[in-house]
């Protein structure tokens, strides 16, 4: 039998191992991370019920999901390597929310940039952006008439915020908006961590007959410091397959036109 030192060493690398995992992946599966750190599943569940108490993660049925810390954003860079392939899914499910024809808008959200990957070349469309990498994606697309916003450029989003971009909000009729955020719950909505960049999303809510959020299931359950949507001003979420059970449903309570991809 090991020394207390020992056991206690093993016990913050195991969960620090947890830690790390939850932080990657978004969240942590029970079983699994017991089958992969040889611990039983009893194990594991105290471990995650110490990490929720120092405010990392969130608990859910069969695991947890990361808590993102509030005024925390990471760059771009990061976010574009994190959920690659269940934000390729949602951008791809995005496209049947197109209109035939007419006005959308797609924000500065990393999922929300690989929607061009999906949206057909020959698309008639009038696309609104704050985002650089939607300029760049849809340039080339012969019918698509593009509008950026304007305003003080944020490098960690490679987007523009501010009151020039608000002004162009104003004076629009959006058919549909794809928003991204940092984080989203039932209780508190759509959140970021950047007031100015709050202040623009909520513009672009407000400026839109019907908003879409696009988010990868990490971003369930998690809450920053600024918000700009309640569930009620959405028109729907699309979210990937890896949403806890119990989430999903309250999702589906608080929010009409919920897709899984």
């Given at each position: 039998?090991?020394?207390?030192?020992?056991?206690?060493?093993?016990?913050?690398?195991?969960?620090?191992?947890?830690?790390?995992?939850v932080?990657?992946?978004?969240?942590v599966?029970?079983?699994?991370?017991?089958?992969?750190?040889?611990?039983?599943?009893?194990?594991?569940?105290?471990?995650?019920?110490?990490?929720?108490?120092?405010?990392?993660?969130?608990?859910?049925?069969?695991?947890?999901?990361?808590?993102q810390?509030?005024?925390?954003?990471?760059?771009?860079?990061v976010?574009?390597?994190?959920?690659?392939?269940?934000?390729?899914r949602?951008a791809?499910?995005?496209?049947?929310?197109?209109?035939?024809?007419?006005?959308?808008?797609?924000?500065?959200?990393?999922?929300?940039a690989?929607m061009?990957?999906?949206?057909?070349?020959?698309?008639?469309?009038?696309?609104?952006?704050?985002?650089?990498?939607?300029?760049?994606?849809?340039?080339?697309?012969?019918?698509?008439?593009?509008?950026?916003?304007?305003g003080?450029?944020?490098?960690v989003?490679?987007?523009?915020?501010?009151?020039?971009a608000?002004?162009?909000?104003?004076?629009?009729?959006?058919?549909v908006?794809f928003?991204?955020?940092?984080?989203?719950?039932?209780?508190?909505?759509?959140?970021?961590?950047?007031?100015?960049?709050?202040?623009c999303?909520?513009?672009?809510?407000?400026a839109?007959?019907?908003?879409?959020?696009?988010?990868?299931?990490?971003?369930?359950?998690?809450?920053?410091?600024?918000?700009f949507?309640?569930?009620?001003?959405?028109?729907g979420i699309?979210?990937?397959?890896?949403?806890?059970?119990?989430?999903?449903e309250?999702?589906?309570?608080?929010v009409?036109?919920?897709?899984?991809?």
């Open positions: 039998m090991g020394s207390p030192e020992g056991t206690t060493m093993y016990l913050e690398e195991r969960r620090r191992v947890l830690l790390d995992r932080r990657q992946l978004g969240r599966d029970v079983a699994t991370a017991a089958s992969e750190l040889d611990v039983t599943t009893e194990t594991v569940r105290k471990d995650l019920v110490h990490l929720e108490r120092q405010g990392f993660v969130t608990r859910t049925h069969g695991g947890a999901i990361a808590v810390r509030l005024g925390f954003e990471p760059v771009n860079e976010r574009e390597s994190v959920m690659t392939d269940e934000k390729l949602i791809s499910a995005a496209i049947a929310e197109l209109p035939d024809e007419g006005a959308i808008l797609i924000d500065s959200g990393t999922t929300a690989l061009p990957r999906f949206i057909p070349l020959d698309a008639t469309l009038r696309v609104v952006t704050n985002s650089l990498h939607i300029m760049n994606a849809l340039a080339t697309f012969p019918n698509v008439t593009l509008m950026h916003l304007g003080v450029f944020r490098p989003s490679q987007s523009t915020v501010g009151p020039w608000i002004q162009a909000l104003e004076e629009l009729r959006i058919d908006a928003i991204g955020a940092n984080g989203f719950s039932v209780d508190h909505g759509l959140t970021t961590s950047d007031q100015a960049e709050a202040e999303k909520r513009a672009m809510v407000k839109s007959r019907r908003s879409i959020a696009l988010l990868d299931h990490s971003k369930i359950g998690a809450e920053y410091f600024h918000r949507a309640t569930p009620a001003d959405l028109g699309i979210t990937d397959s890896g949403l806890d059970h119990d989430l999903l309250d999702l589906q309570q608080a009409d036109n919920v897709v899984v991809a």
